[in-house]
């Protein structure tokens, strides 16, 4: 089927910690890689998910704490002794050389015959279906292409782990989608360990099985995609991850169970266990928007507001409700003739119990 | 790994070392000496500044002060002068400038001015062709070549491209935007260029006004061949030669010599520190340009023409001069030969393989060296890795002559085992001068050359499998190659006609390059026809060099940074 036989190893990262001087860039990460995942580390530049990458594949400052790729400790081998393969954001193609060059290169360090070396080559470029460009420079590409030849050069060595540093930003928007698409298939395929750095959720979201949240050195949850969505674990990965609206106050004892007052006194009642300063988490979809006179149904969370802003977006709306000195966002689904509100207009919302979160401030 | 240095950072380490033992042996020690010979009593070796009084007490070397500082202030306005209006012309108006700019800017590379100093003496003294030519037409003679003009006028027609150029450069870096948004707000004409273009030039006018200074302050070639004794670069080469080298003045104007060669580099520095602001908005197009009518466009070609025949005289001087047979008392040369030529390749045919030699090795061991010290420094953590950039780089403040009295000091007692013979003169140690003086110049091509490789093709090849070592050799390397060439191509060329501190080091005939040779043939009217010849050779050699460089690096399609550095190194 493929050309390309590769022992999918875990990764494991214990305790490890990484400073440019006297920057603190990665703090004590800890993770655990299953063999054949696709996990991504997802998180805003300067989080720290390009340096822990580069510290699995051997560059930047040495690390302290340990990094285990398939059960070896490799935090203190140099990156030529790792075997790890790394896909590069700008793709690092050499501009020297031929296709065919580049992509030989890791077989001609490992010393292998040559004619096993012409054999692998126009294997892999034949998988990734650029064969008859191997005499090509890389200069002679287009983006899509050099992306696909540097894909090549790092699988054909077979490597235990592929390392991907953001490798779809070089390209324009739909063949970021196709590559994302065929990058997944090909990982499936390969069932190849593969860590996928990006600051694009949608790109998390879609490719991988599991992903990780960093920011400012720090993992901040690790899960499956949708899980991570809808149960942040805490106000930077939910509203890292889509919008979400936070408002801040206190959840209190009452007569029937418990009461959040924001900040600014606005009464919202809950029904949770958990008592003192809580952030209140919704996402705008999940919140219907009601006239202030209609029914209230006690299933429902109500927060009592003004309409602040509004924008047709055409298949909703999107409403700027005001809640004390809050502003929550409401997306209302769009359908002909239905009502909508005006800046001015006293309005409740309402949410399913089950779709409110409440997270340390 | 055991080792105090990361893995793949023991072969740096070496290598580093190595490079800091040549700079230490060869750069500092020998000027340290210098200093500390200066600073000391001859006689009981105590620290002093006794022969500092002595210097300036001396009239002969008050004189050579005054008139060294004098030469070179009146060589900054003269270049000016010749300067200025080309530099206006070009970025002011639709006029074949950048051709112009470009074929004016090799002249003082491809040839130093020693070398057509005793062509322009035949051309522009007393009883040269302009004068005479004057005198029969007019009735009146000009003396451009009169003593300390002589010098002024030679040493300003090979340099004064150093100012067009950084001038030009920096007129052409002005964003039109700030010429546009001033006449916005109101302001035109003599008040815009002295509000707005003058200041945002500036920098660029110092810098090359402060590089034509220093490279006339030291000359050493020019004065000696039109016979000016007293300035202070001719005085250190004619103490040391003629009292030997325990004689305390050619010390004292050794450490004048490296005090202005600071002073300047310092001035130049300053003027372009922080004022890259002209280049902050890139694509501004330069200052608007406008066509000239007809009678301006007369006026600008003849001065254009004027100043290019000037430019030129040298050049075609050195050429009549070598195919002339008598030239004396009149325009041209009586008549015209080939003799000199084969006078050259039959008899002094040693000079030209020696300078092959020498220069080869010399910019050889410059790539090498430069190389190294650009990898060393940009790509690996070693600890005190700037110092050899620093240290490489400090080779431009010393002249070559100061260089040769250094060496001539530090090294005419060691002897070397297999030459059997003192360091100071065995022939290696031209080499080793002419690799420290074309060092700096070397370095910056190789760091231009390195910082175009992006670490990221480097750690790719380390992620396939490729050591350090490995990832040099086979992607760092032959991705520097086009700029590594192009300092080769420099470093050889120039070092081809270094004449000031080979002047102090060859010890036997049979030792000197072709820059000594010229030298020594210029010094007997009979010698001059072969002595021109060589400089025709020269030239040549130069010039297809600095041809060869241009072409490789246009071909490499190397940033402007690094055309500008072959350009400067290849002047110096």
Redesign the interface.
């Known amino acids: 089927m493929t050309s390309i036989n590769t022992t999918a190893a875990g990764v494991e990262i214990e305790d490890l910690d990484v400073s440019f001087g006297d920057t603190h860039v990665l703090k004590g990460a800890n993770l655990s890689i299953e063999p054949g995942e696709f996990f991504a580390f997802l998180g805003p530049s300067g989080s720290g998910k390009s340096t822990l990458l580069r510290a699995i ?3 930047g400052p ?1 690390p302290s704490g340990r990094i285990l790729i398939g059960g070896e400790e490799v935090a ?6 790792r ?4 896909v ?3 793709y ?5 050389m031929t296709v065919r060059r580049n992509v030989a ?2 077989l001609e ?2 010393k292998l015959p040559s004619r096993e070396i012409a054999t692998r080559v126009d294997a892999v470029l034949e998988m990734v279906g650029l064969l008859d460009l191997a005499e090509r420079r890389p200069a002679q590409l287009s983006g899509g292409q050099q992306q696909r030849i540097a894909l090549a ?2 699988l054909v ?1 077979e490597p235990r782990v592929l390392l991907l540093d953001e490798p779809l930003s070089n390209l324009d928007a739909n063949l970021r989608i196709q590559m994302r698409r065929e990058l997944r298939e090909l990982q499936q395929k390969l069932r190849l360990t593969t860590i996928f750095v990006t600051h694009d959720q949608e790109e998390a979201n879609t490719t991988s099985d599991r992903m990780a949240v960093l920011n400012d050195g720090v993992i901040q949850q690790v899960g499956a995609p949708m899980e991570l969505y809808d149960n942040p674990a805490n106000l930077f990965v939910a509203t890292f991850l889509g919008t979400a609206n936070v408002l801040k106050g206190l959840v209190e004892d009452t007569d029937d169970g418990a009461q959040f007052n924001s900040v600014d006194g606005v009464p919202i009642p809950l029904h949770t266990k958990e008592r003192g300063p809580r952030s209140l988490v919704f996402r705008p979809q999940n919140v219907a928007i009601a006239p202030a006179n209609a029914p209230v149904d006690s299933d429902r969370v109500r927060i009592a507001g003004t309409v602040c802003h509004m924008e047709f977006l055409g298949s909703i709306i999107r409403y700027g409700v005001s809640v004390g000195a809050d502003t929550a966002l409401v997306d209302d689904q769009h359908r002909r003739g239905a009502p909508v509100f005006a800046i001015g207009d006293e309005v409740n919302l309402f949410l399913q119990k089950d779709q409110v979160t409440t997270l340390k401030n | ?1 055991g080792s105090v240095f ?3 950072q023991r072969g740096p380490a070496l290598a580093g070392g190595l490079i800091a033992l040549f700079l230490l042996l060869f750069l500092l020690v020998p000027m340290a000496q210098v200093v500390v010979v200066a600073f000391q009593d001859p006689n009981t070796g105590a620290p002093t500044l006794i022969n500092f009084v002595d210097f300036f007490k001396t009239s002969l070397f008050q004189e050579s002060f005054i008139n060294s500082f004098y030469v070179a202030a009146m060589s900054v306005v003269l270049s000016s002068l010749f300067a200025l209006p080309l530099a206006y012309f070009t970025t002011r108006f639709n006029f074949g400038g950048a051709l112009l700019i470009q074929t004016l800017g090799i002249i003082p590379l491809i040839m130093p001015p020693f070398v057509g100093a005793v062509a322009m003496a035949l051309l522009f003294g007393a009883n040269g062709s302009v004068n005479l030519l004057l005198d029969e037409w007019f009735g009146f003679t000009i003396p451009f070549m009169e003593g300390l003009n002589g010098v002024i006028f030679v040493e300003s027609i090979h340099y004064f491209p150093f100012i067009l150029i950084n001038l030009s450069a920096a007129l052409n870096n002005i964003d039109r935007a700030m010429e546009e948004s001033a006449q916005n707000l109101g302001a035109s004409g003599t008040r815009l260029f002295r509000r707005i273009v003058f200041p945002l030039a500036m920098p660029g006018y110092v810098a090359g006004a402060a590089l034509v200074f220093i490279k006339v302050f030291d000359d050493l070639g020019t004065p000696l061949l039109l016979n000016i004794n007293n300035m202070l670069a001719p005085q250190a080469y004619l103490r040391i030669t003629s009292i030997g080298i325990s004689d305390p003045m050619g010390y004292v104007i050794s450490v004048i010599l490296v005090a202005f060669s600071l002073l300047s580099l310092w001035v130049s520095l300053l003027a372009l520190r922080g004022k890259d602001y002209a280049t902050l908005q890139k694509g501004g197009g330069g200052l608007m340009r406008r066509d000239l009518r007809n009678w301006e466009k007369i006026g600008c070609y003849a001065v254009v023409i004027l100043i290019l025949l000037l430019v030129l005289s040298p050049h075609l001087g050195l050429l009549l001069l070598s195919f002339g047979t008598i030239w004396s008392f009149s325009v041209l040369p009586d008549a015209y030969t080939i003799d000199h030529y084969v006078t050259v390749f039959s008899e002094a045919s040693g000079y030209i393989t020696n300078t092959l030699l020498y220069a080869g090795l010399a910019a050889l061991f410059d790539v090498i060296i430069g190389t190294g010290i650009a990898y060393i420094v940009w790509r690996t953590g070693l600890p005190g890795r700037k110092w050899l950039d620093y240290g490489a780089t400090a080779a431009l403040a010393v002249p070559g002559v100061v260089i040769g009295i250094g060496y001539l000091r530090t090294y005419h007692g060691i002897n070397v085992p297999i030459a059997d013979q003192p360091l100071a003169s065995w022939w290696v140690i031209i080499v080793v001068a002419l690799t420290i003086r074309r060092l700096p110049y070397a370095l910056r091509a190789c760091v231009a050359a390195l910082q175009q490789v ?1 670490v ?2 480097e ?10 070592g ?1 990832t040099v050799w ?2 760092v390397v ?2 520097m190659s086009g700029g590594i060439l192009a300092g080769f191509v420099t470093s050889f060329a120039t070092a081809s006609v270094e004449l000031s501190a080979t002047l102090m080091l060859v010890a036997v005939d049979s030792d000197a390059p072709l820059a000594y040779g010229i030298y020594e043939f210029m010094q007997s009217a009979a010698g001059r026809g072969p002595g021109a010849a060589l400089g025709v050779i020269g030239v040549v050699f130069v010039g297809l060099g600095t041809y060869i460089s241009h072409r490789i690096i246009e071909r490499g399609r190397v940033t402007l940074e690094s055309t500008a550095i072959v350009a400067e190194g290849a002047a110096a």
Do not use: C, D, Y
């Open positions: 594949a051997g560059f040495t203190h081998l140099p990156p030529w002794k075997n790890v393969g790394m590069f954001q700008s690092a193609l050499w501009p020297h290169f890791g360090e490992r050069r790092t060595v | 790994m990361a893995p793949g992006s990221m093709l750690e790719a090849a380390e992620n396939l499998g490729a050591t350090k490995r086979r992607i032959p991705l």
